[in-house]
């Protein structure tokens, strides 16, 4: 079974400033997925970015951007430039790999991001 | 992109009663499809797998019998809460994707409220 642990309940920076969120994951899978999904008040799931476990280089979307240590076993969430929408919940979760597609996703805990202005 | 629609969005019943939810995908197909639910300022947990025109994989702790989920079609999944109690109250969403090992696309989740 996999776990995913995010230690930081919540955070709160200015607009404008840089912040990361951590995550950390267990697993003895070798091959699977992360991503980090975000929840505003809306509670609407939105996918931020995802990151392969297979490829080294770390994804980027715009102003996110991850730092995945796959050694690790770290997938850090950096949001530069942080906006007043960009508060919300933040979700790491993992996908293992499956040829089938029939797997969910494990989510962390959560990190409840606060953007003052 | 791939569109994840649920319904209804919000529903209040009395306890004893039971309630449908639904979970359409709009442009794709999915033969699968997954049901969370969602306590206040928590986390997702996983209730089920809905598989289509077979039986729902249950994690672990959820009763199969309160929570009756069928996908008869590769767009439709739905979710019964059978004899709702004030403690099924929750946020309950579903999710699917389009294609193999892509993300996961989520409806915009029910709040249920039993009374």
């Known amino acids: 079974a996999q776990t995913v642990t995010q230690s930081q309940p919540e955070m709160s920076v200015q607009e404008a400033e840089t912040v990361t969120l951590s995550c950390t994951y267990d697993?003895?899978?070798?091959?699977?997925?992360l991503f980090w999904y975000k929840q505003p008040p809306s509670r609407q799931m939105i996918l931020v970015i995802r990151?392969?476990?297979?490829?080294?280089q770390n994804a980027t979307e715009n102003r996110f951007s991850v730092n995945f240590q796959k050694a690790a076993k770290s997938f850090s969430l950096k949001i530069s430039d942080s906006q007043l929408g960009d508060t919300a919940m933040y979700f790491c979760?993992?996908?293992?790999?499956?040829?089938?597609?029939?797997?969910?996703?494990?989510f962390g805990k959560g990190t409840h991001l606060i953007i003052q202005p | 992109g791939a569109v994840v629609s649920q319904h209804p969005s919000r529903v209040i019943c009395k306890s004893g009663t039971s309630v449908k939810i639904e979970c359409r995908s709009l442009?794709?197909?999915?033969?699968?499809m997954f049901w969370y639910r969602q306590f206040p300022k928590k986390s997702l947990m996983l209730m089920a797998t809905?598989?289509?025109?077979?039986?729902?994989?249950?994690e672990q702790g959820v009763e199969k019998d309160k929570f009756l989920i069928n996908h008869a079609s590769l767009t439709l999944s739905t979710l019964t809460v059978t004899s709702a109690h004030p403690e099924d109250s929750s946020f309950y969403i579903c999710?699917?994707?389009?294609?193999?090992?892509?993300?996961?696309?989520f409806g915009n989740g029910t709040r249920l409220t039993v009374t």
């Open positions: 999710s699917a994707r389009d294609r193999v090992n892509s993300p996961l696309h």
């Open positions: 697993t003895s899978e070798n091959n699977y997925y």
């Open positions: 990151q392969e476990a297979y490829k080294q």
């Open positions: 979760a993992f996908m293992k790999y499956s040829g089938g597609g029939a797997d969910g996703l494990t």
């Open positions: 442009d794709f197909q999915a033969t699968t």
């Open positions: 809905s598989n289509e025109g077979s039986k729902a994989t249950y």
